[in-house]
């Protein structure tokens, strides 16, 4: 995994989305039929959907490993989880959500795929996490729900040395504040801000490493993360 200081995210992922265009099409193609079914993310259009969903989904192919185990958490229609799965065939790639009818239409485009290295599993994060501690280099997100919520979902998934990566807008600065220095406490580090330009659109990739053991009561039961936020908590 890199530690990028330079340079847009999107054109470093350039040559690898060109060397996977046709299976990237195709999954674009399988992903605007599916919307018509159920409402997996937001536009139909397939350019919209290649240019403001797919391309947000690539930008990230830098900061990811070659090989190993990552989990896509909230993963909708497959996104960003298949888009890695498909230019990074070494990845094993699970997919997590909590809606059957998501899951249902998100592994048929997989098999439609082709892509041997995707898991979809139809389950809340919070369950999952308790027979799955500790198990993915990488950890991500896409459009769930504020970041000191999601660090509470992601931070036991990840091993020591893994990598929670969570696709951002321009509200991030003050969901980072809100949290302060108590970052330590789920096992990460501060967070770490990477801009990066999508078409004139600037975003964010807010990233973590895992510094150590997540306490073993975190995740709590579903509903709770976000009722009654960690980092507000009294000890």
Do not use: Q
């Not at 330079?6 to 990237?24: F, H």
């Not at 990488?138 to 893994?162: D, F, H, N, Q």
């Not at 807008?169 to 770490?192: A, F, Q, Y």
């Amino acid at each position: 995994m890199e530690n990028l200081e330079n340079g847009n995210l999107c054109d470093l992922a350039a040559d690898e989305v060109a060397a996977n265009e046709e299976k990237l099409r195709h999954y674009i193609k399988l992903l605007s039929a599916a919307n018509e079914l159920a409402r997996l993310t937001g536009p139909s259009d397939p350019e919209i959907l290649w240019n403001e969903h797919l391309l947000d989904c690539a930008a990230a192919l830098p900061l990811l490993p070659d090989e190993g185990k990552v989990i896509d958490v909230g993963t909708g229609g497959g996104l960003p989880g298949i888009v890695w799965a498909i230019c990074r065939p070494r990845l094993t790639v699970t997919l997590l959500d909590s809606i059957t009818r998501k899951c249902a239409l998100v592994e048929k485009m997989a098999v439609a795929l082709g892509l041997n290295n995707v898991t979809v599993v139809c389950a809340r994060s919070e369950d999952y996490a308790k027979d799955n501690r500790e198990k993915f280099r990488v950890a991500a997100a896409r459009a769930v729900c504020a970041s000191g919520i999601l660090a509470e979902y992601l931070a036991p998934l990840i091993k020591t040395k893994g990598r929670i990566i969570a696709f951002k807008g321009p509200r991030v600065i003050d969901e980072i504040e809100e949290v302060g220095n108590k970052w330590g406490t789920l096992g990460l580090s501060s967070p770490k801000l990477t801009p990066y330009m999508l078409g004139d659109i600037k975003r964010y990739f807010l990233t973590w490493e895992k510094t150590g053991a997540t306490p073993k009561g975190i995740p709590r039961r579903p509903g709770m993360a976000e009722k009654f936020p960690w980092y507000t908590m009294k000890k």
